[in-house]
DNA sequence: GCATGAATAATTGTTAACAATTTTTGAGGC
DNA sequence: GCCTCAAAAATTGTTAACAATTATTCATGC
């Protein structure tokens, strides 16, 4: 139906669902049943099982033999683990930063900042958390480096998804505005302050986490990929 | 033929591929047959393709859509970009293990450098390379975070590649005692050295790569796999 | 009512055939 | 010799049908 050329099918398929997760349309646990996949995508089912095995691989999805897949529900020790990670490749990705010579682009980051907390104002949740993703996908950007960048990627997708699993419904979505102490402290080009802020940063959204709760929703897959999503 | 759950059958044949990389037995811009690979692998050529895509993703080989897949063959700058990734990376493995408290486990990381020690002094090439990456995927399992531990073992199948690329001839395998010096560190119980004298140790790999020359052979996947490799 | 279990439906897994594309081969002309 | 181009072969991409497994339904007996 569309042209999409056909080398990058499976990566249209992949990306959509990806992204359906990181925005929290697709809560954990959801059935992800080929056919209905084939039918909400208009892709071949060879397609669909190929991105669903890409996305298990991602931890996106889990695929139980014979019984199909669902997305993911990360446990607390790997939701743990993730955010350890995360920690560990952000600091790093902030040195990159620091010590890079040359102008760092502020501007771009605080671009992205003001979209974030237009977003905030705007109360779009779902914007929100694509626009809080893509600041620290910034980061990884500017630092150069696309290997960490990817890492990175997928670590934001599965916090994504472990935030959407644990949340307290009650807590605020964003203290205050954590990303522009970030970008403030990058701008001081003094590494540790940086990496303070963001490991706090970081910290936050872990202790903002019910380890003990979640539900799990019934979705309708049409209505979740039905609008302008793809 | 054999029983192998066929759960993960498109595991084993990742995994295959992937051991023979890592082991530089495939080197780099090695077509990869799908028939061919069916043949020696006993697999149905679903699998393969699934199994291709898989190491596509992770960067291992390379698909070119109607052309096929080869073993990948990384750039300069994606060489520059995976050694960063593992520096920023151990060294967060380095400092969770020094800051681990109980008794970190010394004993499994002198055995594993025993291991690649003999194998440097039988002068076996492949067992040297796997050993010497057990090493560092033993030190990230030793610091229990398995998201750090699944993306270090990418990088370090993506290293043996980019060293089977780039290496000169001329080279010594590995200088002299790194990974002993490692451990001393670490026994110290102070990071600030540990991670010096890992990053000394990534330098060193990285410094002895010649990022000019290299070149490309061709290889019959039946004896890269007729062995008992699988 | 509800537990049991066979029949049915839904879903995933596998296979083989076919289509499309690229690569190789080889004949003919210069 | 070697360039060109068409035919053949090899290789990858796609599709649909079938098999195997799991989930659901529904009648039956207690």
């Known amino acids: ?71 993911a529900q990360p446990s607390v020790e790997e939701a743990r683990a993730v955010f350890a990670a995360r ?14 010579r040359g102008a760092l682009n502020l501007a771009l980051l605080r671009k992205q900042r003001d979209q974030e907390q237009a977003a905030i104002e705007r109360g779009q949740r779902e914007a929100i958390i694509r626009e809080s993703g893509q600041f620290h996908l910034l980061l990884a950007r500017l630092a150069g480096n696309p290997v960490l960048e990817d890492v990175l990627k997928d670590l934001i997708t599965r916090s994504s998804l472990i935030i959407s699993l644990y949340q307290r419904h009650s807590d605020p979505q964003c203290g205050c505005d954590e990303h522009g102490d970030i970008i403030a402290a990058i701008e001081g080009r003094d590494p540790l302050p940086a990496i303070q802020c963001m490991r706090h940063h970081l910290n936050d959204l872990e202790q903002h986490l019910n380890l003990d709760f979640w539900e799990t929703r019934s979705v309708d897959l049409q209505t979740v990929f039905g609008d302008d999503h793809d």
């Not at 042209?3 to 398929?13: T, V």
């Open 87 to 100: 920690s560990v490749i952000e600091r790093g990705i902030i040195e990159i930063l620091v010590s890079q």
């Open 1 to 71: 139906m569309k042209p999409a050329n056909k080398a990058s099918e499976i990566d249209r398929i992949v990306a959509t669902i990806d992204r359906a997760v990181a925005e929290q349309r697709l809560p954990p646990g959801t059935r992800l049943v080929e056919a209905q996949l084939v039918e909400s995508l208009n892709a071949n089912r060879n397609h669909v099982r190929v991105a669903l095995q890409r996305l298990a691989l991602k931890r996106i999805v889990t695929i139980e033999p014979n019984k199909g897949a669902s997305i």
